[in-house]
């Protein structure tokens, strides 16, 4: 009767499963050899000279597209390469096997640092305050300031932590932390802690291109900081447009179904 049940269960899951938009790539490119993957194309941008800012720094204000790191932050890594702690593993194996049901992103809470989703980007430059503005998710904003040096001694933990940033040559370091250990990295379910501390290098080598170089520090759940680097190419027409996830948003009442109906199965058994 029991194994009746469970398999009652686990039907009834693919079911759901079947009827739901795919919110990431299960399993992660991370997890799969290099040779068999299958890389999304990334848009083409223009190359000529960066502009820069009347002070001379380089302006990386614009409207930045997909820049295929979405579902897997990792995806530049081979099997195995990323060095998770015990824990880490056991988080990103366990959200790897169940698609993520718990994500999130995917019940529209914010996607913090440095996870994006699929939808564009918009940098603000000013002389002492950089802000992103993200289309997706929550319609949100991120701030990043660039007239002080040091991290408030009595951080409240937030989803996107605190940002503060400077400039070494041509790029824009910007260093976070403060976070509330809610986050995944990505939709493949890298997992992150409120040890988390991020630095990211911002640069516009031509027009068209920004190179974000992400540096993720956790030592909960990595055994050393790890690097990804990302291109992600100029919008050249065109604007953020509104987008609220809770509107119409059907997805979160399957994703909560299929966890209850798994944590059914395992107790059945």
């Known amino acids: 009767m029991k194994t009746n049940l469970a398999s009652s269960i686990l039907i009834a899951a693919a079911i759901l499963c079947a009827a739901m938009p795919a919110f990431g790539q299960f399993p992660a490119e991370s997890t799969i050899p290099r040779a068999k993957r299958h890389p999304r194309r990334i848009a083409s941008a223009p190359t000529t000279p960066a502009p820069k800012t009347a002070d001379g720094k380089p302006d990386l204000s614009g409207v930045w597209g997909y820049s295929g790191y979405t579902s897997d932050i990792a995806k530049d890594y081979d099997v195995g390469e990323v060095p998770m702690t015990p824990l880490g593993e056991k988080l990103f194996t366990e959200r790897q096997a169940n698609n993520g049901v718990e994500d999130p992103e995917a019940r529209c809470l914010p996607t913090g640092v440095p996870r994006r ?4 980007s918009k940098i603000i ?3 002492n305050l950089v802000v992103i503005l993200f289309e997706g998710n929550l319609h949100s904003f991120r701030q ?3 007239d002080r040096k040091e991290h408030p001694a009595d951080l409240n933990p937030t989803w996107w932590g605190d940002s503060i940033g400077h400039w070494e040559g041509d790029q824009l370091v910007v260093d976070t932390v403060g976070f509330n250990g809610k986050t995944w990295l990505d939709l493949a379910g890298h997992p992150a802690s409120d040890q988390l ?12 291109h920004l190179k974000w170089e992400i540096t993720s520090e956790d030592p909960v759940m990595y055994t050393r900081p790890w690097k990804v680097t990302e291109i992600t190419p100029l919008l050249a027409s065109g604007d953020l447009i509104e987008y609220v996830c809770t509107e119409n948003e059907r997805d979160s009442r399957h994703l909560d179904a299929i966890d209850e109906l798994q944590k059914a199965a395992g107790k059945s058994k």
């Open 117 to 120: 989703d699929p939808y564009p």
């Open 144 to 146: 990043i300031f660039l």
């Open 125 to 127: 430059q000013l002389p």
């Open 197 to 208: 501390h991020v630095i990211e290098r911002y640069s516009r080598p031509d027009l068209g």
